[in-house]
């Protein structure tokens, strides 16, 4: 089986300056992904960026506390590459939760994962990805 599963393949990941997000990406770019690293530590991310290679990475600033910086890095990168395979929310601060099967999406905000939860509807319900 080819090692290049994800070739030819967009994928934005959220927090992909560090931890968790940045071994997704690397992991992606190794399966042929073009990866957009979203997050807000320009130094990190750019660091991430050279060591995937400028050809397979890209460093897009996007604070998923923002609703309009999810817009503009969503469709930049359906502007720029065409398409938009994978999206992994990765960024996120886990706070203390309740039922978030009782909570309306507007008040997720308090409990710190509505930057997360807003990416993945908000990117579904504008462009069906
Ligand atoms: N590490 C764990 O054990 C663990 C366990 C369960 C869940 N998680 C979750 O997995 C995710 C990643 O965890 P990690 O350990 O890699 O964290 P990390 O702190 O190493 O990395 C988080 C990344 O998200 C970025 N980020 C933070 N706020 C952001 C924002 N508003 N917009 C865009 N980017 C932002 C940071 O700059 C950083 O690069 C988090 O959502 C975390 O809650 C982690």
């Known amino acids: 089986m080819s090692k290049l599963r994800l070739e030819g393949k967009v994928a934005i990941i959220t927090g992909a300056a560090s931890g968790i997000g940045e071994a997704a990406a690397k992991l992606f770019a190794e399966h042929g992904a073009f990866v957009i690293i979203a997050d807000i530590q320009h130094e ?21 506390k923002d609703e309009n910086q999810i817009e503009e890095t969503v469709a930049y990168t359906i502007e720029k ?3 938009l395979d994978i999206m992994y929310s990765n ?5 203390s939760m309740g039922s978030l099967v009782r909570t309306a999406l ?18 579904f319900h504008t462009y069906g990805v």
Do not use: M
Request: hydrophobic share 35%; charged share 20%.
């Open 44 to 64: 990190l991310a750019n660091q991430v960026v050279d060591s995937i290679g400028g050809d397979k990475a890209f460093y897009r600033r996007c604070d998923v």
């Open 81 to 83: 590459y065409g398409t």
């Open 91 to 95: 960024a996120g601060i886990i706070g």
């Open 106 to 123: 507007g008040e997720l905000g308090k409990y710190g994962i509505k930057g997360e939860l807003y990416f993945s509807f908000w990117s």
